[in-house]
Nanobody, 122 residues
Framework: QFVESGGGLVRSGDSLTLSCRAS????????VAWFHQTPGKERKQVSC???????EYVESVKGRLTIDRDNAKETAYLRIHSLRPEDAGFYYC??????????????????WGQGTQVTVSS
């Protein structure tokens, strides 16, 4: 599983860093993805980082999100810049056991974080 932290109440335009620490498995071999979910809507992947550090972002967040990882700390990060009201919601990290690429990860997520809530005030 992952243990997430870093959510909270932030102002529109601010930046925020979410953290996701692996527990019970070794992170370095696996890709990690971050998902965003708002009430009543399905969880959507916004970013992914492979085991060797290659990153992916959905088009709508390119330029405002930065995904990173520190394998020595068993932790992945998602930094959100220039927060907007639509960034509010729950963020979840996840990894799959099939391998280190994002495509392999999408075959099936094995480990999930508990979610961390981001609230954006205008």
């Amino acid at each position: 599983q992952f243990v997430e932290s870093g959510g909270g109440l932030v102002r529109s335009g601010d930046s925020l860093t979410l953290s996701c620490r692996a527990s019970g498995f070794i992170l370095e071999s696996y890709a990690v993805a971050w998902f965003h979910q708002t009430p009543g809507k399905e969880r959507k992947q916004v970013s992914c980082i492979t085991s060797n550090g290659t990153t992916e972002y959905v088009e709508s967040v390119k330029g405002r999100l930065t995904i990173d990882r520190d394998n020595a700390k068993e932790t992945a990060y998602l930094r959100i810049h220039s927060l907007r009201p639509e960034d509010a919601g729950f963020y979840y990290c996840a990894a799959g056991a099939y391998g280190g690429t994002c495509a392999q990860m999408r075959l099936g997520m094995e480990w999930w974080g508990q979610g961390t809530q981001v609230t954006v005030s205008s």
